[in-house]
């Protein structure tokens, strides 16, 4: 069941424009590549990039990983790949939350075979009390501690994906 709301409707657009002020700023008049890595990132970068005001395109990726439902796991399967060919861009990798940094790191080497040339990666959420694996995330939205949250995007079982707020999910047993 639902518990403490975590952040706002109005702090997370607070966040998005704050990023996408950031992100602009970076752009250096190449036109880059947006991925969002699916399903979570689909409200962020939906709203993220409509705040950015330059020619951009857009592309996804989805990658699962083993384990149970409310922690990560240590490998990450493909399951859509990008179309796009980034072979010489500049790739923005819009991620929902990084939590123990294994699903970012893996898609971070599968894009970095193709050649991008750079590959940046910008983040709503970041637990970094759970690091396993150092990620550099070059924009990040907040820190929040360890805690499984729900909402604009994140999801329990594919629910809850849809609330405007941020929330703490409290599973019975508490999350492992
Ligand atoms: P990592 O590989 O960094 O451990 O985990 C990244 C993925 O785990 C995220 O993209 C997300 O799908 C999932 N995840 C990690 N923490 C949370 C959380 O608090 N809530 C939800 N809904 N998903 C999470």
Redesign the pocket.
Known sequence: MLGLQVLSEDEIGDIVHRLAGEVSADLEGRTPVFIG?L???VYFLTDLTRHINKSMEIDFIQVS?YGAS????GS?VLVKDITVDVRDRDVYLV????????????VVRLLEARHPRTVQIVSL?S?PS????E?PITFLGIE?ED?????YG???AEN?RNLPAIYE?QVENG?S
């Open positions: 890595v399903k979570g990132c990983s409310t922690t990560s796991s990450v991620e929902d939350i990084v939590d123990t940094g294994t699903t970012l790191t893996d959420l637990k759970r690091r396993q694996v990620v929040i805690r499984f949250v729900v909402g994140l999801d329990y809850y999910l999350p």
